[in-house]
């Protein structure tokens, strides 16, 4: 097995709405923010190189939505999913599955496309299988409000469409090994119904994808929960449990939003779990 990071853009949120009800004062320490109070964030996916598979775990906001949507992210940096893809010797034809941790648009944007003369879409990724699960693609399909500007339709709907669409099974628990794809995937409600959060045994290590259950090193002490969690109590329970487990077993931790940090890894201390070192993925995986 051989996996890879895999930069898709950078680009800029409200840090108000990154960390809910803590002060500015405080938060931008670890995230500070320009003039109009916005901070860097990043959408690093993962590539994973498994015998005859090649999973990729989410990948950005894709290119398809207008000038004035792009507009209020203001993109930077000049990656790309293709230029990063080429970076390791990969083109997206080669991808047999997409991993979507869950349906917002800057986690699945990128699997869908405009066709060749722009009249619809299509995917992407056209060898692949999509992966989600039931309650979660039920709860993207029929969004809250709260949520329905970040469930785009243009995103989801052609994924089912193409006859590509796959769901995991579903535990008992929340906790669960996938036989299909090969790791483990904890499951978390406070961000989002059922997001998915892959835990991969790697090198001696198990490598732990974070999507929105911690956005950024910011995010590590428990109130630092972002506005846009549904239930941000719930991710403060869920963050409590996930970061004790992940400071008792030194899980290495990688960083989707986190402009400065690929990974890093947690401490117990007394005050709680806080962040113990930050490495680049090339760092501690020559």
């Not at 992407?124 to 500007?149: G, L």
């Not at 929960?225 to 403060?236: A, F, H, K, N």
Request: net charge negative; proline share 4%; charged share 25%.
């Amino acid at each position: 097995m051989k996996i890879y990071p895999i930069e898709t853009g950078n680009f800029k949120l409200d840090g108000g709405a990154m960390f809910g009800v803590v002060p500015k004062t405080i938060w931008q320490r670890t995230n500070p923010a320009d003039s109009n109070n916005l901070i860097d964030m990043s959408m690093r996916c993962m590539l994973i190189e498994d015998g005859n598979r090649l999973i990729l775990i989410d990948n950005g906001t894709g290119n398809k939505q207008s000038d004035k949507f792009f507009g209020y992210y203001y993109f930077f940096g000049g990656f790309s999913l293709d230029t990063s893809l080429a970076k390791y010797g990969f083109h997206r034809d080669d991808i047999t599955d997409v991993f979507l941790t869950h349906l917002h648009f800057d986690h699945c944007g990128g699997s869908i496309q405009w066709n060749k003369d722009r009249t619809g879409y299509e995917p992407a990724f056209k060898n692949a299988k999509f992966w989600s699960n039931k309650k979660h693609w039920k709860w993207a399909t029929e969004p809250n409000v709260r949520e329905k500007a970040s469930f785009l339709k243009e995103n989801i709907n052609p994924i089912e469409a193409s006859g590509q669409l796959k769901f995991v099974n579903l535990p008992e628990v929340d906790f669960g090994i996938n036989t299909e794809l090969g790791f483990d995937i904890l499951f978390a409600d406070g961000h989002t119904e059922k997001q998915m959060i892959p835990h991969i045994e790697y090198k001696g290590k198990t490598l732990v994808f974070m999507a929105d259950l911690l956005p950024t090193v910011g995010h590590i002490p428990l109130p630092y929960v972002m506005g846009y969690d549904t239930r941000p109590l719930l991710t403060m329970d869920e963050k409590a449990k996930f970061l004790n487990n992940a400071a008792d077993k030194n899980y290495l931790l990688f960083l989707e939003h986190d402009a400065s940090n690929e990974l890093c890894t947690v401490k117990h201390t007394e005050k709680g779990v806080r962040l113990d070192q930050t490495y680049k993925f090339n760092e501690v995986f020559n």
